[in-house]
């Protein structure tokens, strides 16, 4: 597959999500007084993508050059180019998706100065990292054939450092650069396709795909096995870089044997995944408001849920964010500039959901994901709650 990108793509315009002209999807389990008010949420799938485009104003296309000659399907030559945004120069660059303990790597710096794990019993490597991203890479170009993705956006935490075996008897002061090995346990990466946008409630989503890899979830003493991934497709909120996953945008457990069969789970995902249903879950939460006092009662009941007896827990709805981030939340509950309260003290659903997509992003890269999603179902659960369903009244009394 050729997967460089045509410089004709400058004439790329954003792409609004269309209604198709099927029938909207009904969505169970909820309970809105007035769904009038809420905007069909729109959506343009890969089939029936308009071709109508503009040059993205803040993401340039960059070219994937794609080595066949190796055994594995998905691998870039070190020498890719990096990201260079075309914003204006006094912009301040956007927070990453993730902080937490993370580095931002470029996808050269993985091919080049890492090295790759391998199963120590039969000596077999390991799907590395960057075949990982160029793999979804791959993925992403079949399912949106029409449509320039954004350079990855790399993440790493928990680097594991080694030496070359000429510098064994060497102090680690007298190390020299060729001497050192390294490579990470946990990388999370996002790629953007800017030209496939929403808004909701003001603020611009795009559609962005991604995943997380950890080591440490691996037995690498062992002999090779499948290997463990997590993949998602869903929105960043591009006015705080947060994460919007839904459940069958996210595949917690993807486990594989090479880099074909991750490029083709990863496929799979994506065509299954329905935006459209995810879209209008997101502007349904804008219909519906917290009290400052039933904000209160969830930041204490948040608290005290992480020391219910276990037999208690299990008759409540999961909440799997910790004291830390609910502390965030209370603090972002006045003073964030994007999602606090209102004069009033109310704040809607959807601001609420995204003071949790906020603080998670202090989260380490291996929980990151099943926290974001957590976060999205809690706060669907929060707004069965205020229309009749009682799973969440605990949170809230």
């Given at each position: 597959?050729?997967?460089?990108?045509?410089?004709?793509?400058?004439?790329?315009?954003?792409?609004?999500?269309h209604?198709?002209?099927?029938?909207?999807?009904?969505?169970?389990?909820y309970?809105l007084?007035?769904?009038d008010?809420?905007?069909?949420?729109?959506?343009?799938?890969?089939?029936?993508m308009?071709?109508?485009?503009?040059?993205?104003?803040?993401?340039e296309?960059?070219?994937?050059?794609?080595d066949?000659?190796?055994?594995?399907?998905?691998?870039i030559?070190?020498?890719?180019?990096?990201?260079?945004?075309?914003?204006?120069?006094l912009?301040?660059?956007?927070?990453?998706?993730?902080?937490?303990?993370?580095?931002?790597?470029?996808?050269?710096?993985?091919?080049t100065?890492?090295?790759?794990?391998?199963?120590?019993?039969?000596?077999?490597?390991t799907?590395?990292?960057?075949?990982f991203?160029?793999?979804v890479?791959?993925?992403?170009?079949?399912?949106?054939?029409?449509?320039?993705?954004?350079?990855?956006?790399?993440?790493?935490?928990?680097?594991?450092?080694?030496?070359?075996?000429?510098?064994?008897?060497?102090?680690?002061?007298?190390?020299l650069?060729?001497?050192?090995?390294?490579?990470?346990?946990?990388?999370?990466?996002?790629?953007?396709?800017p030209?496939?946008t929403e808004?909701?409630?003001?603020?611009?989503?795009?559609?962005?795909?991604?995943g997380?890899?950890?080591?440490?979830?691996?037995?690498?003493?062992?002999?090779?096995?499948?290997?463990?991934?997590?993949?998602?497709?869903?929105?960043?909120?591009?006015?705080?870089?947060?994460?919007?996953?839904?459940?069958?945008g996210?595949?917690?457990?993807?486990?594989?044997?090479?880099?074909?069969?991750?490029?083709?789970?990863?496929?799979?995902?994506?065509?299954?995944?329905?935006?459209?249903?995810h879209?209008?879950?997101?502007k349904?939460?804008?219909?519906?408001?917290?009290?400052?006092h039933q904000f209160?009662?969830?930041?204490?009941?948040s608290?005290?849920?992480?020391?219910?007896?276990?037999g208690?827990?299990?008759?409540?709805?999961?909440?799997?964010?910790?004291?830390?981030h609910i502390?965030?939340?209370?603090?972002?509950?006045?003073?964030?500039?994007n999602?606090?309260?209102?004069?009033?003290?109310?704040?809607?659903?959807?601001?609420?959901?995204?003071?949790?997509?906020?603080?998670?992003?202090?989260?380490?890269?291996?929980?990151?994901?099943?926290?974001?999603?957590?976060?999205?179902?809690?706060?669907?659960?929060?707004?069965?709650?205020?229309?009749?369903?009682?799973?969440?009244?605990?949170?809230?009394?």
């Amino acid at each position: 597959m050729d997967t460089t990108y045509n410089n004709s793509k400058a004439e790329e315009k954003d792409i609004k999500f269309h209604s198709v002209d099927t029938p909207q999807k009904s969505i169970k389990d909820y309970f809105l007084d007035d769904k009038d008010e809420i905007q069909e949420a729109q959506i343009l799938y890969p089939s029936a993508m308009k071709t109508e485009i503009k040059p993205d104003s803040t993401t340039e296309s960059q070219a994937f050059f794609v080595d066949k000659s190796h055994g594995f399907k998905s691998t870039i030559l070190p020498k890719v180019k990096e990201y260079v945004k075309r914003l204006n120069p006094l912009e301040e660059t956007p927070s990453p998706f993730i902080v937490a303990n993370t580095l931002d790597v470029s996808l050269s710096h993985l091919h080049t100065d890492c090295i790759i794990p391998v199963f120590s019993k039969d000596n077999e490597r390991t799907i590395s990292h960057q075949e990982f991203i160029e793999s979804v890479v791959e993925a992403a170009q079949r399912a949106f054939p029409q449509y320039s993705l954004s350079q990855p956006e790399v993440r790493v935490s928990h680097q594991i450092k080694g030496r070359t075996p000429d510098a064994i008897h060497m102090n680690a002061k007298d190390l020299l650069d060729h001497h050192k090995t390294i490579y990470y346990e946990r990388m999370a990466f996002l790629v953007r396709i800017p030209s496939l946008t929403e808004e909701v409630k003001g603020n611009k989503l795009t559609l962005c795909i991604g995943g997380v890899r950890s080591y440490n979830q691996e037995n690498l003493y062992s002999k090779k096995t499948l290997e463990k991934f997590k993949f998602f497709i869903g929105f960043q909120n591009r006015v705080c870089m947060n994460m919007c996953i839904s459940t069958d945008g996210f595949l917690e457990n993807m486990r594989v044997s090479n880099a074909l069969e991750l490029e083709n789970k990863a496929l799979e995902v994506m065509q299954n995944y329905n935006a459209e249903l995810h879209l209008m879950e997101m502007k349904e939460l804008t219909q519906d408001y917290l009290s400052e006092h039933q904000f209160a009662q969830l930041i204490g009941k948040s608290r005290l849920y992480q020391h219910l007896p276990k037999g208690e827990k299990l008759r409540i709805p999961e909440l799997n964010f910790n004291d830390s981030h609910i502390n965030t939340m209370a603090k972002d509950y006045y003073e964030d500039q994007n999602f606090s309260r209102m004069e009033d003290g109310r704040i809607n659903l959807w601001n609420v959901f995204n003071l949790f997509t906020q603080a998670n992003k202090s989260s380490y890269i291996d929980t990151f994901l099943d926290r974001n999603l957590n976060a999205f179902e809690f706060s669907k659960g929060l707004q069965k709650t205020l229309n009749g369903n009682s799973d969440y009244h605990w949170f809230l009394s």
